[in-house]
Structures are given as structure tokens and as C-alpha cells.
């Protein structure tokens, strides 16, 4: 299909690798003609760092990559975020959270969905004054999203398309109540990415096939935010010689440090090409 819009959107929390060349080039290579944008996802202000986002636009230029300006840096944008969140709670499909992480981690045998242990619910059914009471303490609260109420107040089984797996029934009760907001991050990426792939006018989502399940719950959050919904691609990750992904911490397979050895971008482009 031609003049596809798609986007690569890496975290500016350590150095590119080749794992990241695969995604970023895979999404330049399906725009057939059409429009690659750059997002720079750093709600997670904590740890992501300006040197970084800075090594993002130089890595991608030496792969010989063009993105249109301006880049859309998440962390500019949390008043939309906050908007949406908004939206949501209008809708009745949010709920605080007070749990701890740990009073989360010690539930015994917790069922375990893509992101970890499943919610066992505790707070989900707070009476209101109990809620308020809590909130007016100050005790540091979550938002999670009540999944089972958020598929019922949307209309219709929800489907997403998969260009390698073809037609998805979604399927977000697999996440459970996911939190969308915390103190520490206003805004969760799931939040985030379902938004903002709309409001970058994304038509072809692609990313690695790690990120297939989540699929299932921005699906659900585009439903419920008036999203566009994309097609999406998601490939096979790439995987090192023992057969495990990438990672930012291991410096060797770094795009500056592969640069810096005299690996050029077209030997790094063969061998991430899927
Ligand atoms: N920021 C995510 C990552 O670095 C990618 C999110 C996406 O492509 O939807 O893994």
C-alpha cells in the first residue's frame, strides 16, 4: 500500500544498537514514498538522558536515515497525556491505586500477563469515600485502567491487523488492570503510544515482535480515546549468536561502537535486514 506514514520510537535511555537499527530501518523501508517521523519516548524522565537523545539523531543520520521536523519528544506533550487521562476518567474506566509495588509482588501465585503480575483487583472497588479519604491523606496513588468496564463501554468485538499475522482479535484482559499513571510517570507508554500514533497520523505501526501483545491494549485505549487505528507490523527481533536480544547495556553491539571499529552503515543495514 503506498504512502504509508510509519515511525520509529526509540527511549533515550543508553546508545543504539543493532536491534534498534533493524526497527528503525524496517519502518523507513515500509514507507513506500510515504511519510517516516522520529518519536523520542522519554515520559520516563528519570532515566532517560539529553547525551542520549542527542547519540539517537546522530546513530540514525549515520545509518543514512531522513525524518521529518519536528520530532515529537513525549516529554513535551504531558498536558495531553494528562488530557486524555482526562477523558478516561470521564468515562468512568480508571481507578487509584494505592498498592505498593510490593504489596503487589508478594501476592502469592499472582497470574502473570506481557507486563508482569496481573492486578489482583484490591482497590478496584473502593467505596468513594474511602477513595477520597485516602487521596486527601496524601498517600502516593496509581491510575489504573479497569479493563473488564473499559471493553464493555466500548461498542463491538475490537480487531487489529497484523501485516506478518493477519486479522487479531484484541484481547487486553491479558494485561489487566494496567496502571496508565503514576506519580513518578504521569503517563504509561501504553497511554502514551495509542495517543500519540494518532496524533502523528501513523498508518503502518512497525516494531519488534516483543511489543505483539501490546497491541492488544492500545487497541483498546484508541477505542476508547477516538483513536485511529493502524495497521501494524511487528517483526522478529533480531538475536545475538547465543540466541538472546540486545541489549542497551551490552556495549559492544552499540552503533558507535560498531562505527567507531570501521563497520560501515551498509554492512550494519545487510545484517539487520529482515
Ligand atoms: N519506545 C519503545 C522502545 O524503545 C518502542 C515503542 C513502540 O515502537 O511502540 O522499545
Given amino acids: 500500500m503506498p504512502f504509508e506514514t510509519t515511525r520509529f520510537a526509540p527511549s533515550p535511555t543508553g546508545r543504539l544498537h543493532l536491534g534498534h537499527a533493524r526497527s528503525a530501518l524496517f519502518a523507513q523501508d515500509r514507507t513506500e514514498g510515504g511519510r517516516f517521523l522520529l518519536r523520542i519516548e522519554d515520559i520516563d524522565t528519570g532515566r532517560c538522558r539529553p547525551e542520549y537523545e542527542q547519540a539517537i539523531y546522530e546513530d540514525l543520520h549515520w545509518l543514512g536515515l531522513c525524518w521529518e521536523d519536528p520530532v515529537r519528544r513525549q516529554s513535551d506533550h504531558f498536558a495531553e497525556y494528562r488530557e486524555a487521562l482526562d477523558r478516561l476518567e470521564n468515562l468512568t474506566v480508571l481507578y487509584p491505586c494505592f498498592c505498593t509495588r510490593k504489596d503487589i509482588g508478594e501476592a502469592p501465585s499472582a497470574p502473570h500477563g506481557p507486563d508482569g503480575a496481573i492486578y489482583p483487583g484490591t482497590c478496584r472497588d473502593l467505596?468513594?469515600?474511602?477513595?477520597?479519604?485516602?487521596?486527601?491523606?496524601?498517600?502516593?496513588?496509581?491510575?489504573?485502567?479497569?479493563?473488564?468496564?473499559?471493553?464493555?463501554?466500548?461498542?463491538?468485538?475490537?480487531?487489529?491487523?497484523d501485516r506478518a499475522r493477519g486479522w487479531q482479535e484484541a484481547r487486553p484482559e491479558i494485561f489487566g488492570d494496567v496502571v496508565l499513571a503514576r506519580k513518578d510517570t504521569p503517563a504509561s507508554y501504553h497511554l502514551c503510544v495509542a495517543l500519540d500514533d494518532?496524533?502523528?497520523?501513523?498508518?503502518?505501526?512497525?516494531?519488534?515482535?516483543?511489543?505483539?501483545?501490546?497491541?492488544?491494549?492500545?487497541?483498546?485505549?484508541q477505542a476508547l480515546l477516538d483513536c485511529n487505528v493502524p495497521e501494524y507490523h511487528h517483526h522478529p527481533l533480531?538475536?545475538?549468536?547465543?540466541?538472546?536480544?540486545?541489549?542497551?547495556?551490552?556495549s559492544s553491539v552499540t552503533l558507535a561502537h560498531l562505527r567507531d571499529k570501521g563497520v560501515t552503515a551498509e554492512q550494519i543495514r545487510q545484517q539487520v535486514t529482515c
Fill in 127 to 161: 467505596s468513594r469515600t474511602e477513595k477520597e479519604s485516602r487521596m486527601a491523606s496524601g498517600k502516593p496513588y496509581a491510575l489504573r485502567l479497569d479493563t473488564a468496564k473499559a471493553l464493555r463501554t466500548v461498542s463491538g468485538p475490537l480487531r487489529w491487523h
Fill in 238 to 250: 533480531l538475536l545475538d549468536e547465543h540466541g538472546h536480544r540486545f541489549a542497551k547495556r551490552n
Fill in 198 to 221: 494518532h496524533l502523528q497520523g501513523i498508518t503502518l505501526v512497525t516494531r519488534g515482535a516483543d511489543l505483539f501483545e501490546a497491541t492488544h491494549l492500545h487497541r483498546l485505549l
